[in-house]
């Protein structure tokens, strides 16, 4: 079997150099230095840092496209930047490489970053390699900005406000489903999904939110998350959940439980003002960013806790809420 040490005969430095140097940014020193150095954001902008882990067989599958681990690594921190208001600009990239993760297999990577950077207009300034015997992971750190007053926190809910939810829940599970030989006959878009998610950075109107959030671990479960920074109850009306349009409605029935509480969705559930302009503002908003924003609940006042009803008001029983890692 063809070794790391074959397969990169220049060693680490020459790895960086061959497939990450070209794609490095403002203040990276090309990826030769000890640290990268940013300006900080100015004119009334503030700096929003978050990182991501992924790991094979519990993020991604091992038969995932090269490319497509790339851009899932890189999107799911957009979408935790999207979460907060903010315009992504620049990350670290943390490699984690088994022997078998190659040359091929380094090419194809470095290249969907490449496509996300241009995408996005994201820069690479820096980030670390190691090699393992275990499981490829990768690790990125997002830096980006957003106006002061359009900054996004999970703790502004108020009661009376309208829940608001981008695109549909559920396509990633069912993506996953497919993949593994779990369910059959699933349309591919939904293993596109998973392998490929599609964050909404810009698609919320700024100034219009009052807490917000991506859905990462299931909709049930983050909406909690909203709840109890905001000390309110998350009051969720089952009908109204966008479920997705490429599953047919005996399916949704069958896998509603799954699809609010699989995550991977990368789609942003936030909370706004219940008044006629606001709502007139995130309609428009959708139609310009052609992404459907589904109203799938109301804030109400009480102790921190999320709500799932039926059409006739009664608490739907789940038996879970959403993927936890422990
Ligand atoms: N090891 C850690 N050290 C410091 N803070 C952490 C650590 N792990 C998580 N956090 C913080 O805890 C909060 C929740 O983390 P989590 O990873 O669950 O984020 P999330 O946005 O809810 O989900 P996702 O990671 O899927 O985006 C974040 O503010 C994160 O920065
Ligand atoms: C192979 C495979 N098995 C299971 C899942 C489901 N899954 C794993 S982690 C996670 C939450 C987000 O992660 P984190 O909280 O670490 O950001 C979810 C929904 C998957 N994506 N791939
Ligand atoms: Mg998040």
């Known amino acids: 079997m063809m070794t790391e040490k074959d397969d990169h005969p220049g060693g680490e430095f020459d790895l960086i150099a061959r497939y990450f140097t070209s794609l490095a940014g403002p203040g990276a020193y090309g990826l030769a230095d000890d640290a990268a150095c940013l300006t900080p954001a100015s004119d009334g902008k503030r700096q929003v840092i978050s990182t991501d882990t992924i790991v094979e067989n519990v993020h991604f599958l091992p038969d995932d496209p090269p490319d497509l681990i ?3 690594a890189l999107r799911v921190n957009i979408s935790d930047c999207a979460a907060m208001g903010a315009r992504p600009v620049s990350y670290l990239l943390n490699l984690t490489l088994p022997p078998q993760r190659g040359k091929m297999f380094l090419e194809k990577f470095s290249a969907g970053l490449a496509a996300d950077q241009r995408a996005y207009n994201l820069n690479l300034i820096g980030g670390d390699t190691t090699r ?9 750190t997002m830096i980006g900005e957003v106006p002061a007053d359009h900054l996004l926190t999970r703790g502004g809910a108020r009661p009376g406000d309208a829940i608001w939810v981008t695109g549909a829940i559920g396509s990633s599970w069912l993506g996953l489903q497919a993949l593994t030989g779990k369910i059959d006959h699933l349309d591919d878009v939904f293993a596109a999904r998973y392998r490929c998610p599609e964050p909404r950075p810009h698609v919320i109107p700024p100034g219009v939110a009052t807490s917000c959030l991506d859905i990462s671990d299931g909709l049930i479960q983050d909406a909690g998350h909203i709840a109890s920074q905001s000390q309110v109850i998350m009051a ?16 949704q029935r069958k896998y509603f439980e799954a699809l609010v509480t699989g995550g991977d969705d990368y789609e942003l559930l936030f909370t706004a003002p219940e008044t006629a302009t606001a709502t007139a503002t995130i309609l428009d908003a959708s139609q310009r960013a052609a992404v459907p924003i589904t109203r799938i609940g109301t804030v109400k006042p009480g102790p921190a806790a999320t709500q799932l009803l039926d059409e006739m008001g009664a608490p739907y029983q789940l038996t879970r809420g959403g993927w936890q890692h422990f």
Do not use: E, M, W
Not at 132 to 140: D, E, F, K, M, Q
Not at 236 to 251: F, N, Q, V, W
């Open 236 to 251: 969720l009306s089952a009908a109204d959940i966008p479920l997705p349009g490429k599953l047919p409605p005996p399916l």
């Open 132 to 140: 393992t015997n275990g499981p490829l992971v990768i690790s990125v």
């Open 70 to 72: 790339a851009r899932k």
